[in-house]
């Protein structure tokens, strides 16, 4: 726009392969497959494992991709809305279960410490815990589906909340289907990146036949509806990759990437990207072909068509969002659904001629949108292409930790003061950060993808030492190198300031010196870190370090941390908790070290006033607060004996004591 040139747009000559014929035998299996789908009802279907036909004659499958497809546009006018919800499932049960660990509580020890932060309730009704908004979030399309915006209780904030009906199933099939639920939420329970939705608990409620998911609330919509320049686009792109390299790793693939799946967690124009709704994904191992044909057919790749694909399908979904973000249009619509199975299944698109997307944009989507998927770029091919490279490159310049030295010289006191905590309260610090505000915790999640530029999610020991090496530098610019070292940041405003340097960072090996710890001590605070020992530290684990430097606790929030830990509601913490919640991931000595530094009074369990005492709360507060909670309880009784109970949809929330923020310079 304005006076900016606009390219005419070259095509690409088409390549030209030997088995063209192919192509149309393609077309003509996906059009018997889906012959008879027109004027199909919207229904809910059961999950099964293999294709069944509903009476209209086609296979449920490939009704999914039409029926997708057909109400692609109308639904574009609700995208915005329905999308706030941050959902991670999607509307339809998976049609593949995905093999994992049992949900029962009597598994959590089996499982891993991040699955077991999603809290799995059978028979508990969600309304005892959150109070729901009037009205939906949106449309999903589906009867039996509805989004709603649910406050927590306990701490005030706010979630979205995924009810899945099965009333009109038969019980067969509702244990299928809630199975499936199950299995979908504890794959995604295991990914712990920046640029994922995140889930924090789901309620199986018997009686009612519901399945509920408590979720993340993205406010900020999806991609629809917008204009990005071509740095925007490459920005979204690079954070999506991110995520991809990292579901790939770990051997799960998405299959359902398109625009309505990428949100913003925030209006804000420095809102971080979330890819949502995993009711698609699935493991994979490599090697190995999945058959599966489902997915979105405007962004499916034309391998899933045919029923035998890898993970570079969703590769292909990323290069078609890629050209709508940088055209507003999409590849391969066509005047019929017909032709556009025929355009995708060829590859066969065209860039408007008014678009100014650059050479590198045009080599990446066409990398991308290659039809044989030993061609086609990877995850992590497509992140060295110099569209994204442009990106990677300004990382680092745009985290805090190089824009801001004192975030920096404050981030390395914090790590200092987690390294000397005690074992219990870092893992209390682990499970309150990960309820944080995403908001509150932008600065920390920008300085993790900025330790973080091979894209693996996780920050390695080299990594962590390049970080705090920055950090040096970047004080010592500014004349603040001695804060680091120095216990009083205050003071040393009045201090002189040093010169600036013309040499580059100094040598990692000279950790001692600018950062002011022996390697031994660098050793422990890495391994401090490294909370399941496998060497590298994760998004999770990182927020665990370094949430003290929101420094936004309440009393409220901290007992929320309690009543996680806290598994079998005793009121009190134990050694058995502890093993419940961390899982497979904690040896039993490291547990019993746990309670025994604690434990306050030696009769072996922690109670909730010991647990605030170790998180750092003043003995004066924390009697301040008791006091208030007890003259608080006749007006609760009375409430609660009132029509109009708070929790029930519709209803006032009661009115809370106020909060009382932990003193930080009293934390432990």
């Known amino acids: 726009g304005g006076s900016e040139t606009r390219a005419r747009a070259k095509g690409r000559p088409r390549t030209r392969y030997p088995l063209a014929l192919v192509f149309v035998l393609l077309a003509l299996v996906f059009r018997r497959r889906t012959r008879g789908a027109e004027g199909a009802g919207a229904r809910g279907r059961r999950c099964e494992q293999a294709p069944r036909r509903d009476p209209a004659g086609c296979s449920v499958r490939a009704r999914r991709l039409r029926r997708a497809h057909t109400h692609n546009r109308a639904q574009k ?22 093999p994992g660990a049992g949900w029962a509580r009597g598994d959590m020890e089996s499982a891993t410490f991040r699955e077991n932060m999603c809290a799995y309730h059978i028979g508990r009704d969600v ?35 995924k009810t899945f009906l099965f009333e009109l199933q038969s019980r067969a099939e509702r244990r299928e289907s809630m199975e499936s639920l199950r299995t979908e939420v504890q794959l995604l329970s295991t990914l712990d990146h920046p640029n994922i939705i995140r889930p924090f608990a789901t309620y199986e409620d018997v009686e009612k036949n519901a399945f509920h998911i408590i979720m993340e609330l993205c406010g900020g919509g999806d991609l629809n509806g917008r204009e990005f320049s071509e740095q925007e686009a490459a ?29 913003f967690d925030a209006v804000e124009g420095d809102a971080e990207v979330k890819l949502i709704d995993f009711g698609m994904s699935r493991r994979f191992v490599k090697g190995e072909g999945m058959h599966e044909q489902i997915g979105t057919v405007y962004t499916v790749a034309p391998e899933v068509l045919v029923g035998e694909y890898s993970e570079k399908c969703d590769m292909w979904s990323i290069g078609v969002v890629a050209f709508i973000m940088l055209t507003g249009e999409s590849p391969f619509e066509g005047p019929t659904e017909q032709a556009t199975v025929d355009n995708l299944c060829a590859a066969r698109y065209a860039w408007p ?55 920096g010289i404050k981030m390395v006191h914090t790590l200092r003061r987690y390294e000397r905590s005690k074992g219990l309260r870092k893992l209390g610090l682990m499970i309150t950060a990960y309820t944080f505000d995403p908001n509150m915790v932008r600065d920390l999640r920008t300085s993790f993808l900025a330790m973080d530029p091979d894209a693996t999610g996780v920050i390695t020991k080299a990594q962590l030492r390049q970080a705090l090496t920055q950090v040096y530098s970047a004080a010592k610019k500014t004349g603040q190198a001695r804060a680091i070292s120095h216990p009083d940041l205050a003071s040393l405003a009045q201090e002189e300031e ?15 010196e600018m950062l002011g710890m022996s390697e031994r001590e660098f050793d422990d605070l890495f391994r401090a870190m490294d909370v399941d020992r496998k060497g590298v530290i994760s998004y999770a684990e990182f927020l665990g370090a370094t949430i003290e430097m929101c420094g936004n606790f309440t009393q409220d929030r901290l007992r929320e941390t309690f009543n996680k830990l806290d598994v079998d509601n005793s009121g009190h913490i134990t050694v058995g908790n502890l093993k419940t919640i961390l899982g497979s991931e904690a040896s039993t000595h490291d547990i019993d070290k746990m309670v025994r530094e604690a434990d306050l009074n030696g009769n072996d369990q922690i109670d909730l006033g010991e647990f605030l005492r170790l998180m750092g709360v003043k003995e004066s507060d924390i009697l301040e607060q008791e006091k208030k909670n007890i003259e608080g309880l006749p007006q609760k009784a009375s409430e609660k004996a009132a029509p109009g109970t708070p929790g029930r949809e519709g209803s006032a929330p009661a009115p809370k004591a106020p909060l009382t923020p932990i003193d930080e310079t009293s934390r432990l």
């Open 127 to 161: 309304c005892e815990d959150y109070e729901f908004a009037d009205g939906t979030l949106g449309v999903t399309g589906f009867d039996y589906v509805s989004v709603r915006k649910v406050k927590s209780k306990a701490t005030g904030k706010f979630f979205a909340c």
């Open 353 to 407: 001629r008014d678009c100014s997307a650059s050479a590198e944009a045009r080599e990446f989507v066409y990398h991308l949108l290659k039809v044989d998927p030993y061609r086609r770029w990877s995850a992590t091919r497509a992140l060295i292409s110099p569209f994204i490279k442009k990106v990677v490159q300004e990382a680092p310049q745009r985290s805090p930790l190089s824009r801001r030295p004192s975030f």
């Open 77 to 98: 006018t609700h995208t915005q809305t329905r999308n706030q919800m941050g959902g991670c499932c999607s509307a339809e049960p998976p049609l593949e279960e995905v």
């Open 498 to 512: 040093e010169k600036v340097p013309n040499d580059p960072p100094q040598p990692a090996e000279n950790i001692n």
């Open 235 to 263: 920005r979204i792109i690079y954070k999506i990759l991110n995520a991809i390299v990292y579901c790939h790793s770990r051997s799960i693939v998405h299959r359902d990437i398109k625009t309505e799946n990428i949100l």
